[in-house]
T-cell receptor, first 113, second 109 residues
Framework: SQQGEEDPQALSIQEGENATMNCSYKTSINNLQWYRQNSGRGLVHLILIRSNEREKHSGRLRVTLDTSKKSSSLLITASRAADTASYFCATVIPGAGSYQLTFGKGTKLSVIP | ETGVTQSPTHLIKTRGQQVTLRCSSQSGHNTVSWYQQALGQGPQFIFQYYREEENGRGNFPPRFSGLQFPNYSSELNVNALELDDSALYLC????????FGPGTRLLVL
């Protein structure tokens, strides 16, 4: 079953603009991660934020986490055409016994040159 | 490049057949996970192997089975293929942060 739900499902922006994607989840988590997938190929890990963190930065990426609302957002600043991809949030649930990632359905981002 | 490789890249099978997919994990990683990704969906966890033992399983029937070898490479076996098994199969090495291979695209006719 899907733990996370990304919003919007699709997003189209001009190069240079910022892109914001949101993720909501249902149960308590150990951490939340964002991954990128180009054209149905392998996923690339972008950033991990732990349940006791509120904000994290990595280059042009900024992730926030609100555990009271069970939600996270991914902001990509100054977008480039190469950022065109699907973005997934994934959660790790405490006590699952394994590092099982539970993914949402993703947000498809198109950056128009 | 994650250092995780998968073979084959594409595969076509017919209903009822069996398939074996292979994965070589990133050097030093003793944990391998397999995911199934249907078109337009997020990846779904199939199972995870840690030091050659199954260490967690998702909601998949027993006809999905796996192995992990002493060098930490892994196989996913699917018996009695069904049309709904058509998907991208992803292997990932690592534990908390997972490094994904490029996937094997399986089409069942």
């Amino acid at each position: 079953s899907q733990q996370g739900e990304e919003d919007p499902q699709a997003l189209s922006i001009q190069e240079g603009e910022n892109a914001t994607m949101n993720c909501s989840y249902k149960t308590s988590i150990n951490n939340l991660q964002w991954y990128r997938q180009n054209s149905g190929r392998g996923l690339v890990h972008l950033i991990l934020i732990r349940s006791n963190e509120r904000e994290k930065h990595s280059g042009r990426l900024r992730v926030t986490l609100d555990t009271s609302k069970k939600s996270s957002s991914l902001l990509i600043t100054a977008s480039r055409a190469a950022d065109t991809a699907s973005y997934f949030c994934a959660t790790v649930i405490p006590g699952a016994g394994s590092y099982q990632l539970t993914f949402g359905k993703g947000t498809k981002l198109s950056v128009i040159p | 490049e994650t250092g995780v490789t998968q073979s084959p890249t594409h595969l076509i099978k017919t209903r009822g057949q069996q398939v074996t997919l292979r994965c070589s994990s990133q050097s030093g990683h003793n944990t391998v996970s397999w995911y199934q990704q249907a078109l337009g969906q997020g990846p779904q966890f199939i199972f995870q192997y840690y030091r050659e033992e199954e260490n967690g399983r998702g909601n998949f029937p027993p006809r999905f089975s796996g192995l992990q070898f002493p060098n930490y490479s892994s196989e996913l076996n699917v018996n009695a293929l069904e049309l709904d098994d058509s998907a991208l199969y992803l292997c990932a090495s690592g534990r908390e942060t997972q490094y994904f291979g490029p996937g094997t695209r399986l089409l069942v006719l």
